[in-house]
């Protein structure tokens, strides 16, 4: 024990509170750096647990989940209930894709409750974004899984369908066959509906309008879906166009619909999207579908804009292509898509609501798409559809699985990038940090403070003391060479430095999330490494124990609690001049008030998250906040209040609606 005492130099009386007289017995048998070890971990656990260092660093806890509701949690959101959303839909297996088994998990931090609720897509890689009443719009998912290189077995790819008939629309079962000129047969992977044709009659304007039929043009209608052919061999191979004939067809219907097809081969298959979108109703508690999107999307971002609409940039198609540009909108008063502005960009893309209602890509991303084309971060201007390119990052090659957040407060219009890799399977990460302020004329990044080392999938969440807290993320791709960083910390925006916080004891890498609770506290879900060993050769399997983070301020003097400002009775809507009044005990010591958007994170992105500053007013027994009336600072939703005492501690959250 002599070298123990050498490295540790613990009192007498702490080793033995340390160690216990059981634990010194178990030393005898280990050898010294087994021993050093073990005393090593002993200490560490009984120094995290001390009041000081808890009231310094703050504290983390595994939650107990019954087994039943343990997930894949691969989306994690905030609703105005104060439940946690976390959707996994097939949560990364296939085997339960392939028996069509979707779940999602809806549990209450207040009182740790679960429940299941019925998932009727695979929104496994959906995108996610908060309706204005407090609904959750749900969109995209998986169709199909990908088919790495080596194991196609099966030519396939995109078949082109088109309907000349001006009549009537039609649909194809999933299994329809498309035989090609010499004789191969495809078999398709969905169900497709292919609108009919559109007629466009010439008009005769020498002949006072009239017109003439005889002179039509016709415009076939056309959809695609996946086909694959139903033979093995290389005869299925091709990559000349050509006309497909429907098998089973006659008469003029094989005349008007048939296929067209351009490529079908045996390389990698991605991933495929779904057109579904759905609403998650809070109060109801179940997803409530509404029209699909026009585009199949797997990994799209959707980001509310200052009228309340959603759009839904990027993803993989309904054939694994990252789309080309093809952007839509969502209305939440009539339940229906329409298009919007034409641009690329990497799949999930962190595009942020700025000031005067455009929209700012920091560059991060997530995945799809090449290097050289879409990672500019810049302003886009969504109504003129007009981009403009932001300069300045470092590691600029580096933003795939970045982190991305707008500073607190908003008002500011400060965006900030956090660490990142490189594209792909990429074993590089970048421990740099970013930011940019967007009220200048002509913004540019400028280099922030350093994380501790270079981190991929960093999880980076709004505190309500206007601090940003992260927490794990991979110095590796998907936590290969067991690269998981155990480590986190406070940014600090107005001295633009980090200070540590304490380290978690759950690895966080791919498919890895974490959101504010109501009551100040910080949860983090999900995990999906590669390999569960340094050497890489033992598969990893997700990660569903859910940790807890008890920040600082919440810790008391002496392993008190933390004495809170508390907001009592008061209203849940703003009145006609943007104000809410609550009643509060000691209202002189509250100092800031924050309004903070509820999150929905998946992959590292989180659109959602934003806190604003209000104006406060104070008398006896009240305090009353006023909440700016520009919707590009505060778009329509709800929100949850925090206020701060003098000593830095918040209260829980109120929930207040913004129309």
């Not at 495809?186 to 008009?203: G, I, L, T």
Request: aromatic fraction near 10%; glycine fraction near 10%.
């Amino acid at each position: 024990m002599a070298h123990l005492s050498y490295r540790y130099r613990p009192t007498g009386k702490l080793k033995k509170t340390v160690l216990g007289g059981g634990a010194l017995v178990v030393l005898v048998g280990l050898n010294a750096p087994a021993a050093a070890s073990f005393a090593s971990e002993k200490y560490h656990a009984y120094k995290i647990a001390q009041p000081d260092y808890q009231q310094k660093y703050g504290s983390w806890s595994v939650l107990d989940v019954p087994k039943q509701y343990r997930t894949n949690a691969i989306h994690a959101a905030l609703l105005h209930t104060g439940k946690v959303l976390l959707i996994a839909g097939s949560g990364n297996n296939q085997k339960k894709f392939d028996k069509g088994t979707f779940e999602t998990i809806l549990w209450n931090p207040a009182d740790n409750t679960f429940k299941k609720i019925t998932t009727p897509e695979d929104f496994f890689c959906s995108g996610h974004s908060q309706l204005p009443d407090g609904r959750m719009l749900v969109a995209g998912g998986t169709a199909r899984y990908e088919v790495l290189d080596g194991k196609v077995t099966k030519a396939g790819g995109g078949m082109r369908v088109k309907n000349e008939d001006p009549d009537k629309a039609v649909t194809f079962k999933k299994g329809t066959l498309f035989r090609s000129p010499s004789g191969i047969e495809y078999v398709s992977k969905f169900d497709v509906k292919v609108p009919r044709a559109k007629k466009k009659f010439k008009v005769d304007y020498a002949s006072s309008g009239r017109m003439l039929p005889w002179k039509t043009k016709v415009t076939a209608g056309e959809a695609r879906v996946f086909v694959e052919a139903v033979e093995k061999g290389p005869q299925a191979l091709t990559t000349e166009a050509a006309q497909y004939e429907i098998v089973g067809l006659k008469g003029k219907d094989a005349d008007n619909q048939y296929g067209l097809a351009e490529k079908i081969t045996t390389e990698k298959q991605d991933f495929q999207g779904i057109k579904a979108a759905y609403e998650f109703d809070p109060k109801a508690e179940k997803y409530v579908r509404v029209d699909p999107m026009k585009e199949a999307r797997w990994y799209p971002t959707l980001v509310g804009l200052d009228d309340g609409r959603v759009l839904a940039v990027s993803g993989l198609d309904d054939v694994g292509a990252v789309l080309t540009g093809d952007n839509e909108i969502y209305d939440p008063v009539t339940k229906k898509w329409s298009k919007g502005p034409t641009r690329y960009f990497p799949t999930y893309p962190a595009l942020f609501l700025t000031k005067g209602g455009k929209l700012f890509y920091s560059g991060s991303n997530a995945g799809y798409g090449p290097k050289d084309k879409g990672r500019q971060p810049g302003l886009w201007d969504v109504r003129n559809n007009t981009f403009t390119k932001v300069g300045g990052l470092t590691d600029a090659d580096a933003t795939e699985t970045s982190s991305s957040l707008m500073l607190p407060p908003v008002q500011d219009q400060k965006v900030m990038i956090l660490g990142g890799g490189g594209v792909g399977e990429s074993s590089r990460s970048t421990p740099r940090t970013g930011i940019v302020d967007l009220k200048k004329d002509s913004p540019s990044f400028r280099k922030g403070p350093d994380l501790p080392q270079g981190t991929r999938y960093l999880s980076s969440v709004l505190m309500p003391d206007d601090s940003v807290f992260t927490t794990g993320g991979s110095s590796d791709y998907r936590g290969r060479n067991a690269s998981d960083v155990l480590k986190a910390q406070f940014y600090d925006a107005k001295k633009n430095t980090f200070r540590a916080a304490a380290d978690p004891t759950v690895g966080r890498n791919y498919h890895s999330e974490a959101l504010l609770l109501p009551d100040g506290r910080v949860a983090s879900f999900g995990s999906d490494p590669l390999y569960s060993d340094a050497d890489n050769t033992k598969l990893g399997t997700f990660e569903q124990r859910v940790e807890i983070f008890t920040p600082p301020y919440l810790h008391g003097d002496k392993g008190k609690k933390a004495n809170r400002p508390a907001l009592g009775e008061g209203p849940d809507e703003l009145d006609q001049n943007g104000r809410a009044t609550f009643k509060a005990s000691n209202p002189d010591k509250i100092v800031k008030a924050r309004l903070m958007r509820p999150s929905a994170v998946t992959h590292s992105t989180d659109v959602e998250q934003r806190s604003i500053e209000l104006t406060l007013s104070t008398d006896k027994d009240s305090v009353t906040v006023d909440v700016p009336t520009d919707r590009t600072l505060v778009p329509p939703g709800w929100y949850m209040l925090f206020v701060t005492n003098v000593a830095g501690v918040p209260s829980e959250a109120k929930w207040i609606h913004v129309e």
